[in-house]
């Protein structure tokens, strides 16, 4: 794992010191809240309906055994004794107190985290594949990569104030687990025919009111370029991105109004200029990072079976993990979805205990995933029993990844000021209906947002949830098809929509729709791809 | 017009005021230049020979296309006077110092103190620009050059 040195540890501390100074302007009225608000939002703290929400960065999603138990404490100590990941691979603290977040900065400060550009008009935390480094599929690991773009987003002093909020994702598999493609810049890092890296560069995807598919602009930057050509895309879409509409402002707009070839071609003017300003970092920098991502020492010659007589235990094992790309070792995923649970949410006592377990089980890592869930990556096969009965005993033993109970829901109008409907209740409610099929159902993405702008990812899900406000009612809008990954695909709008009951309702019709028309191994999206949204309609609707 | 509050240079300033865009194409003494956020700074390439000052104006502070202007210029050999002027506030001046601009006209003074603190702060940076300043990774890897 990266560790920081001097110069990354005296940024962090800088911080802290520039954001306590501008929260004591703030509180004595010498700084208005209008010049305060992008201050406060590229340090994570955001305003909702009830209390300011704090978003701690983890960059590409990977943490260490001492940090997660911080995030744990930080929870009891500033919060309500709860964490949420959310959706970028971060952690958000819902009941914060302005005058206690520069101590909350210092607390993370101490082991080597903050807190950077969560939010605002900048380019946010970098997301990576949760699995890097274990999956067996990756051309090489992608996180130095991201590690570097963390470093040249930080404090980037020409883009604090781009046109809107400006999200980038870093793969190296062909099977993309980080919708790389619905992010402002997608990169996966790609080998050509000579063996030599290079990154792929997919820009102008997203999601929100007008969700789009990033083109890939560029399928092979020389790996040597990658930060000249990133500058090159945010400097076009900073000069030139809409300014007039917060709506249309997104990058995904200024290439569709361009036209991709405009907008490459703008590009790649610019990356021919910049590339005479020598502002890539050196080989020996990517070196350097690359370093810290070297496998843990893993054991050989270890057993590679497990013992499965335990049939809750065999559920969870074969639902829950990932193959390794190391015999004997197995990735592990811990459900946030405990039935009738909120998705994504963890007590400070998980959030420390999978801290523990991460030193004691898998060489000191955890990651946070796009899904809400978290991870450790590298669990010997001989240890993921004794794992499990831990887990299981503590609330963390869900087995149902990837199926409907592992739902992404935003926070909806429980919390959030922009919301048009409440999500966690349609969460809990669809959780609890549905819990009992769950395994025969199997794999299916569950999606709610509780308004357009998409924080629930609707429109990427099999089955996605849009709450929507009508005449003052909340209402709930049924997307099926929607999926994320090599084979992106938007989701499309059943019809009329439901309320909170009836959405439950449409949801479980949907699903008996999808078993009675399964052939083989099909999964829900395979069938609905195969049948077509016709018989789903005629179900609900009909 | 709002006085100078900052400058970083030591040269004579220029009286004038700047000029449009629009108007410093057409006259060809002019040694002054204001770009408003939509101006295409490299318009202005042709002519740095003869200009003294480039006015970049901030109408509000969280439009940043300034920014952009000011690191075109200086990335293109302009070594006059590059002046931030409009909503220039103290929690953006040490951005604008970067990108460089080596002057400060805001609307509103700027709390001296604050200003001081606020120019001072960040002991290292991570990324080059135009301001002579090592970036943590030139300090990492003395004598490394990118390939």
């Known amino acids: 794992m990266y560790k920081y040195d001097q110069y990354d540890q005296a940024m962090v501390d800088t911080r802290v010191e520039e954001f306590r100074d501008q929260v004591r302007r703030r509180l004595e009225g010498h700084l208005p809240e209008e010049a305060f608000r992008p201050l406060r939002l590229m340090n994570g703290l955001y305003l909702q309906l009830h209390a300011y929400m704090l978003r701690v960065a983890v960059p590409y999603g990977t943490l260490n055994s001492a940090q997660m138990k911080v995030l744990g404490d930080i929870a009891d100590k500033y919060d309500r004794g709860y964490g949420h990941f959310t959706t970028r691979q971060n952690i958000q603290y819902n009941w914060i107190k302005l005058e206690e ?40 690991d992608p996180r130095p990569y991201a590690e570097l773009i963390r470093q040249w987003s930080t404090v980037h002093p020409e883009f604090n104030f781009l046109p809107r909020k400006f999200k980038m994702a870093v793969i190296a598999s062909d099977t993309d687990r980080a919708a790389m493609r619905l992010h402002d810049i997608g990169i996966q890092i790609v080998k050509n025919e000579a063996g030599e890296l290079g990154a792929a560069f997919y820009v102008g995807g997203g999601m929100g009111r007008t969700p789009m598919i990033a083109p890939c602009i560029n399928a092979f930057v020389p790996i040597g370029q990658m930060i000249t050509y990133s500058e090159a895309c945010l400097r076009v879409y900073n000069r030139h991105g809409r300014r007039d509409n917060k709506y249309k402002a997104r990058i995904k707009i200024l290439i569709h ?68 790309k190391q015999p004997g070792y197995i990735a592990v995923t811990i459900s946030l979805k405990p039935v009738g649970g909120i998705p994504g949410d963890a007590s400070a006592d998980q959030i420390r205990l999978m801290g523990e377990l991460a030193r004691q089980y898998s060489f000191d890592e955890l990651r946070v995933t796009h899904a809400q869930n978290i991870v450790l990556p590298h669990v010997r096969k001989a240890d993921l029993y004794a794992l499990w009965q831990i887990l299981d005993a503590n609330g963390l033993g869900t087995p149902n990844l990837d199926h409907i109970g592992d739902m992404i829901a935003c926070p909806g109008l429980d919390y959030c000021s922009l919301a048009n409907a409440r999500s966690i209740p349609v969460a809990q409610k669809i959780s609890e209906r549905l819990a009992p099929r769950e395994a025969e159902i199997g794999e299916l993405k569950l999606k709610i947002s509780g308004c357009i702008n998409a924080c629930g990812h609707h429109h990427a899900g099999h089955i996605g949830i849009l709450g929507v406000d009508r005449k003052g009612v909340e209402n709930y809008q049924l997307l099926l098809g929607g999926c994320e990954g090599a084979d992106t695909s938007l989701g499309q709008i059943t019809g009329p929509g439901f309320d909170e009951d009836g959405i439950v309702g449409a949801v479980e019709k949907a699903t008996e729709v999808y078993l009675a028309n399964k052939q083989g191994e099909e999964r829900f999206l395979d069938t609905y791809r195969r049948i077509g949204m016709a018989p789903f309609k005629e179900a609900l609707y009909g | 017009m709002a006085e100078v509050q900052y400058r970083f240079r030591d040269d004579e300033p220029v009286a004038d005021p700047g000029v449009t865009v629009d108007s410093f194409g057409a006259q060809s003494n002019a040694a002054a230049v204001r770009l408003e956020p939509g101006d295409d700074a490299r318009a202005l390439l042709p002519h740095l020979e003869r200009l003294r000052l480039v006015e970049v104006n901030f109408p509000v502070f969280g439009d940043g296309r300034g920014y952009s202007s000011a690191r075109i210029l200086r990335e293109a050999g302009y070594a006059g006077e590059l002046r931030a002027v409009g909503q220039v506030l103290v929690d953006q001046i040490a951005l604008m110092r970067r990108c460089g601009f080596d002057s400060f006209a805001p609307d509103q003074p700027l709390e001296p103190a604050d200003a001081e603190a606020a120019f001072a702060r960040w002991a290292d940076v991570y990324q080059p620009t135009t301001d002579g300043r090592a970036p943590v990774w030139a300090k990492r890897h003395p004598g490394a050059v990118n390939a």
């Open chain 1, 101 to 140: 977040a520069p101590d909350i900065l210092a607390d993370l400060a101490r082991v080597e985290m903050h807190a950077f550009q969560t939010s605002g008009n900048c380019i946010r935390n970098t997301t990576s594949d949760q699995y890097a480094g274990a999956a067996a599929d990756e051309v090489v």
């Open chain 1, 257 to 324: 109004e361009l036209g991709k070839d405009e907008y490459t071609r703008q590009v790649e003017a610019e990356f021919a200029h910049l590339l005479t300003q020598n502002i890539e970092p050196p080989a020996e920098e990517l070196e350097r990072i690359k370093a810290f991502f070297a496998d843990p020492p893993f054991e050989t010659g270890i057993t590679d079976e497990l013992d499965r007589s335990d049939a809750a235990f065999a559920r969870w094992a074969d639902t829950n993990c990932l193959a390794h």
